[in-house]
């Protein structure tokens, strides 16, 4: 049996009800955990702060590119270890890496741990711009 939706006026007060109960990850497309993940640090480089931080103008923060390499790894080893716990990936020619040894080989900073953080990185520029774009 399929399930039927209801087709609803574009301005019906039904329309608008549903519309403002959205949260932020269905406005910006933005995974809801994602929020709440370290995306980059304080001004004075004392505590991480996270992808809803970053992104509020009144709190000085500093980003990706302002991080030195030390930080960046860290706050990507962090943002790792901030998964679930069944979080694993499939890599080529290594296997299945679990969230324990994707950890290990970014803080040992590996070549995988480079890819690892590479991807990582890129997953948070990708929300800061999504984020960015739907303001």
Same mark, same amino acid.
């Given at each position: 049996?399929?399930?039927?939706?209801?087709?609803?006026?574009?301005?019906?007060?039904?329309?608008?009800?549903?519309?403002?109960?959205?949260?932020?990850?269905?406005?910006?497309?933005?995974?809801?955990?994602?929020?709440?993940l370290p995306a980059g640090f304080?001004?004075?480089?004392?505590?991480?702060?996270?992808?809803?931080?970053?992104?509020?103008?009144?709190?000085?923060?500093?980003?990706?590119?302002?991080?030195?390499?030390?930080?960046?790894?860290?706050?990507?080893?962090?943002?790792?270890?901030?998964?679930?716990?069944?979080?694993?990936? !499939? &890599?080529?020619?290594?296997? /299945? $890496? @679990?969230?324990?040894? %994707?950890?290990? !080989? &970014?803080?040992?900073?590996? /070549? $995988? @741990?480079?890819?690892? %953080?590479?991807i990582e990185e890129m997953i948070?520029?990708?929300?800061?711009?999504?984020?960015?774009?739907?303001?």
């Open positions: 049996m399929t399930k039927q939706t209801k087709r609803v006026r574009r301005n019906s007060p039904e329309r608008v009800a549903r519309t403002a109960r959205r949260t932020p990850s269905r406005v910006t497309g933005v995974a809801e955990f994602e929020w709440s304080t001004s004075d480089g004392a505590r991480m702060a996270t992808l809803r931080e970053v992104l509020d103008p009144t709190i000085p923060t500093r980003s990706m590119p302002q991080l030195s390499e030390d930080h960046r790894f860290d706050l990507v080893a962090k943002r790792v270890e901030l998964r679930p716990t069944d979080f694993s990936l !499939e &890599i080529p020619l290594h296997g /299945k $890496i @679990g969230k324990a040894r %994707a950890i290990a !080989e &970014i803080r040992s900073r590996t /070549k $995988i @741990g480079m890819h690892l %953080a590479e948070m520029k990708q929300c800061i711009t999504q984020s960015r774009r739907t303001r």
